[in-house]
């Protein structure tokens, strides 16, 4: 393979950048494909942004800590294992904007609507204690300012939790697309995999707002 009329394996990172891998272009996963009726599949719980804050505030024990950073060192890659035979009709790593704030990208590419469960999201249970107890990191809010105008909230969810949707993640989890009938064998890989992971919303068709609340 050539860049520029040169070979990738001669050419001199720049910038302090390099080709780092190579993937086979009908292989590769985008956030644009999510059709309607499938299934959303989160691979890691919520809650490493509120966490991380916590911690630069000396208010995680050791134990807490420690468990943070074997979260975030967790890789995707057994996820993506599990999920990439399957055919995944969209996917994207949820990270600094945060699961609603992917989302809406997701919504955005696919020129449809979001449908999620907060109820069924997976969140960290520190986490959750801290977010009712107001320790939210200001990524969260930008988040809320930049995604919240496009949110319709179809019933009563405790504000710790929608928090938590808006939390801006480190290292986060993969957020898929799959069919519905693909959707729970993907589950049941992913727990054979080790991976901790829910099935939280739908595609919908394209509605008023992109991302939609419901129980």
Same mark, same amino acid.
């Given at each position: !393979? ?7 394996e #001669? ?17 590769? $996963? ?7 009726? #499938? ?22 024990s050791?134990a807490?800590?420690r468990? !943070?950073?074997?979260? !975030?060192?967790?890789?995707?890659? #057994? ?6 035979p399957?055919?995944?009709?969209? =996917?994207? #790593? +949820? ?16 020129? =449809?609507?979001i %449908? $999620?469960?907060?109820?069924r ?11 009712r ?16 105008? %496009?949110? %319709? ?5 405790p504000q710790?939790?929608?928090?938590? $949707? ?5 290292s ?14 993907l $589950? ?11 099935? +939280?919303g739908? +595609? ?5 707002r ?6």
């Amino acid at each position: !393979m050539t860049a520029g009329g040169h070979s990738i394996e #001669d050419a001199e990172p720049k910038y302090g950048l390099c080709v780092s891998g190579l993937v086979h272009p009908g292989a590769v $996963l985008t956030n644009r494909g999510a059709r309607e009726g #499938d299934l959303l599949v989160l691979t890691k719980p919520l809650g490493t942004g509120i966490l991380t804050t916590a911690a630069k505030a000396e208010l995680l024990s050791g134990a807490e800590y420690r468990a !943070m950073t074997d979260l !975030m060192a967790a890789l995707n890659r #057994d996820a993506a294992r599990a999920a990439v035979p399957l055919r995944p009709s969209a =996917c994207t #790593d +949820v990270t600094g904007f945060g699961l609603i704030g992917h989302a809406r990208e997701m919504a955005e590419g696919a020129g =449809c609507t979001i %449908e $999620l469960w907060p109820g069924r999201v997976p969140i960290v249970p520190q986490a959750l204690e801290l977010a009712r107890d107001g320790i939210i990191p200001a990524g969260a809010y930008r988040n809320l300012e930049f995604a919240g105008p %496009e949110v %319709e909230t179809a019933g009563t969810f405790p504000q710790a939790v929608l928090d938590c $949707l808006y939390d801006p993640q480190t290292s986060g989890g993969l957020l898929l697309a799959i069919t519905e009938e693909r959707g729970a064998e993907l $589950l049941r890989r992913l727990a054979d995999a080790g991976v901790t992971a829910a099935a +939280v919303g739908r +595609v919908r068709p394209r509605g008023p707002r992109r991302i939609v609340l419901k129980p």
